[in-house]
């Protein structure tokens, strides 16, 4: 067994933002675990946590504005770690060109204020897979892409790729912050959510999907895989950098079938296509992931 980086039982958590689907079953878990919870919701989402927990010590939930700084700060204190999850304004919920300033501003608020507050020791920072995919030169390498890789913030402008541009900008600005001010940081980086009640063919993580898919690249995750994968590198104290997280890769036209059913279920079936036995090379590893949790497992 990995050495825990903490004991549940003793330590409080902080989960921003708690109100997303990622974030709401966080807190479940970190609760079914001993942990205590701060669950930081922005304008909504409060209701859903009444029942979580029986003992109202152990789950506290506030109002945390990623923009408002000082809401942050109270929602951190007493924290030994903060789950960090961007949740798309409600007044903006589509991805642009302007996101990316909305979601480096958030993530520079929340890096500033971990780095503010003495009691966190380690920051579970949730990115995308789109931060790694989108690069002119992915199609040459000859080593699979993983962790190491960044998209092309240029490329994604070009191409209109603000999902991408996005979550690049913004981990890369949590990154230089965490390692200018000191605060352990590591990152997941997160295949498309097959769990996500709101997910449709209009999700911002989809823009290029088909590209994705005839490089190798379009990945998704589970609901379970990924709130598993967010406590396995809070609580291993070897963690470190990024990770890439998915369980499945849509590499063979029956696997693309079933995800656009799933996207669009009113859409009429598809007939049978000729590009049925078709397979599409992985060009995507999640190695260091994968490595991570045999060592917890072994």
Known sequence: MAPSFYDPSVSTVCVMDASSHLGFNLVKRLLQRGCTVHAAVQDHGEEQ?????????????????????????????????????????????????????????????????????????????????????????????????????????????????????????????????AMDRGVNMVSINAGLLMDDPDLSIKTPYLRGAAEMYEDGVLVTVDLDFLVDAHIWVFEDISSYGRYLCFNRVINTHPDALTLARKLTPSAPPMPPSEEGERFIEQRISNKKLNKLMVDIQS
Not at 101 to 113: F, G, Q, T, Y
């Open 49 to 177: 946590f009444r029942r979580l927990s029986a003992d109202s010590d152990k789950l506290k939930v506030f109002r945390s504005d990623p923009f408002d700084y000082h809401s942050i700060i109270d929602a951190l204190k007493g924290c030994s770690g903060l789950f960090y999850n961007f949740e798309a304004p409600r007044d903006q919920p589509d991805y642009d060109e302007y996101m990316a300033d909305v979601e480096v501003r958030a993530a520079h608020n929340v890096l500033e204020a971990c780095a503010q507050t003495e009691t966190i020791d380690k920051v579970v920072f949730t990115s995308s897979a789109t931060a790694v995919v989108w690069r002119e030169d992915r199609k040459s390498l000859d080593l699979d892409l993983d962790e190491r890789h960044w998209s092309d913030v240029n490329l994604c402008r070009k191409f209109k790729l603000w999902h991408g541009m996005s979550k690049t900008v913004a981990e890369k600005t949590a990154w230089a912050l």
